[in-house]
T-cell receptor, first 113, second 113 residues
Framework: NAGVTQTPKFRILKIGQSMTLQCTQD?????MYWYRQDPGMGLKLIYY???????DKGEVPNGYNVSRSTTEDFPLRLELAAPSQTSVYFC????????????FGSGTQLSVL | QQQVKQSPQSLIVQKGGISIINCAYE??????FPWYQQFPGKGPALLIA?????SEKKEGRFTISFNKSAKQFSLHIMDSQPGDSATYFC????????????FGTGTRLTVIP
């Protein structure tokens, strides 16, 4: 019963590098989300998806891209990493029957130096 | 712009005391108000939630009080325990539109034995 799994847990990037944060869930949830958490700022929604093949922007989408080819996976792509993208990233999912109850992964701590 | 404002930023309470965290919102379309609890190194987890048709909801030692006219809601933790030490986030969403959650900035609670 894994729930939402994120990899990697930690990563250090140099400015201008690219990487993909992986997220997979085994609860057959239609809805998936990417949040970033910065100290004193709470969680901000980056992108979300309501099902395979459908994605949409959240509050802070600039500098990120997503894709949703399967129900289980929702990777987040950082292109041309910048110091402002240093943050803790959380993936979450929810059921269409109770969309407001989010299940979160344990996070990816990313530093861009 | 912070859609949900949360205070205090940090809170220290003695074991057995009452912890109170407050949140306020402006968007009258919000109709779901959850509280999430986050332990260090973990993702947030849903603790308790309320809809605006009731003024209070209690689950064990945790109570949400909701004031629709003032657009405020609060979390009360009775008989606070050291195991309650965590960061607490209030949030709000609207069932119309994208129905995404907007989080407060978080309150770091420390319960002293």
């Amino acid at each position: 019963n894994a729930g939402v799994t994120q990899t990697p847990k930690f990563r250090i990037l140099k400015i201008g590098q690219s990487m993909t944060l992986q997220c997979t869930q085994d609860m057959n949830h239609n809805y998936m989300y990417w949040y970033r958490q910065d100290p004193g700022m709470g969680l901000k929604l980056i992108y979300y998806s309501v099902g395979a093949g459908i994605t949409d922007k959240g509050e802070v989408p600039n500098g990120y891209n997503v894709s949703r080819s399967t129900t289980e996976d929702f990777p987040l792509r950082l292109e041309l990493a910048a110091p402002s993208q240093t943050s803790v990233y959380f993936c979450a999912s929810s059921s269409p029957f109770r969309r407001e109850k989010l299940f979160f992964g344990s996070g990816t701590q990313l530093s861009v130096l | 712009q912070q859609q949900v404002k949360q205070s205090p930023q940090s809170l220290i309470v003695q074991k057995g005391g009452i912890s109170i965290i407050n949140c306020a919102y402006e968007n009258t379309a919000f109709d779901y108000f959850p509280w999430y609890q986050q332990f260090p190194g973990k993702g947030p987890a849903l603790l308790i939630a309320i809809r605006p048709d009731v003024s209070e909801k209690k689950e064990g030692r945790f109570t949400i009080s909701f004031n629709k006219s003032a657009k405020q809601f609060s979390l009360h933790i009775m008989d606070s325990q050291p195991g309650d030490s965590a960061t607490y986030f209030c949030a709000a969403s609207s069932q119309t539109g994208a129905n995404n959650l907007f989080f407060g900035t978080g309150t770091r609670l420390t319960v002293i034995p």
